[in-house]
């Protein structure tokens, strides 16, 4: 090798990268990193999440609107969705997590401090949007904008709680008035729906958040969706051009948007669970998958 290029700068670069990917290689292949919940990770692992973690949440919630917070009704809304979606995980006053949940790597913190690490914007972005590899989940599909904004307002309010004031937060409803009158929306409404209406087009990343946030992927290789190497379900790409649902039913919009609502009506037997897709998530997952030749 030519000494202009051994005493290159650039040249130890490359060397040292390409020796650092190998290690790496090597020490993934190898299986030496204790990926058990049981051993937690090492602190410098630790805190290299969690600074990375704050750091995008903050870059991300930076330009979130904050809405008026805090008054009664809200509050009670917003401890009932506390209680229906974070309670079992981070507890309350007086209240330890779920068992499952004392036993995640890394644990979920309480929420009584949070204010003093997260902006109200921020935990607003936290909830909606959740965290990777964390088990915080996203709730933007299970709970809309006043509940969301209701869960920051309580959990905001959680330092000022005693035990007694936590049990006291009750008889609110996780639901709001636009959220009711959907949910009492027919099918029937939608299997009437116009030829127009059947192929107007949709948004395609819409209907793969839809997916996402119903877990779908766990169990099916779906386009554009990213998932566990073995899967239980079949792939759904192609779906649009087959003749039947499950090996039987006739692939129609009315039939597939029934299925993904209820496959344990249509079939008993089949090891699809209801996941309570609302009419209109299922319309938009059914209208997309229609479209997948």
Not at 97 to 112: D, F, K
Not at 184 to 205: F, H, I, K, N, R
Not at 261 to 271: K, N
Request: aromatic residues 6%.
């Amino acid at each position: 090798m030519p000494r202009r290029l051994r005493n290159s700068p650039l040249l130890w670069l490359v060397a040292v990268a390409l020796a650092g990917s190998a290690g790496l290689g090597a020490f993934i292949v190898a299986g030496v990193y204790d990926v058990s919940a049981v051993a937690q990770h090492t602190q410098p692992v630790h805190s290299l999440l969690e600074v990375t973690m704050r750091q995008s949440v903050r870059m991300r919630a930076r330009n979130v609107a904050e809405p008026p917070l805090g008054d009664a009704p809200q509050l009670l809304r917003g401890a009932a969705c506390y209680r229906q979606a974070c309670e079992s995980c981070h507890g309350g006053p007086g209240v330890a997590p779920a068992v499952y949940a004392r036993a995640l790597q890394p644990v979920p913190r309480p929420l009584a401090d949070a204010t003093r690490d997260w902006s109200p914007r921020e935990i607003y972005w936290i909830t909606r949007n959740g965290i990777k590899m964390s088990g915080m989940p996203a709730w933007r599909g299970h709970l809309d904008e006043a509940q969301t904004w209701a869960v920051v307002a309580f959990v905001a309010r959680l330092a000022t709680l005693s035990p007694a004031d936590y049990r006291a937060f009750a008889g609110g409803r996780c639901t709001t008035g636009a959220q009711h009158a959907a949910s009492q929306s027919s099918s029937a409404a939608l299997a009437g729906a116009t030829d127009a209406q059947e192929s107007a087009p949709v948004d395609p990343a819409q209907a793969r958040q839809l997916l996402r946030q119903y877990g779908c992927h766990a169990c099916h290789a779906i386009p554009g969706l990213s998932g566990p190497a073995r899967l239980l379900g079949p792939p759904l790409a192609g779906l649009g051009r087959r003749t039947t649902i499950a090996g039987r039913l006739p692939n129609d919009a009315a039939t597939l948007r029934a299925w993904i609502q209820h496959p344990q009506r249509l079939d008993p037997l089949s090891a699809m669970p209801e996941l309570e897709v609302s009419d209109a998530d299922a319309h938009v997952i059914a209208a997309w998958l229609a479209t997948l030749r």
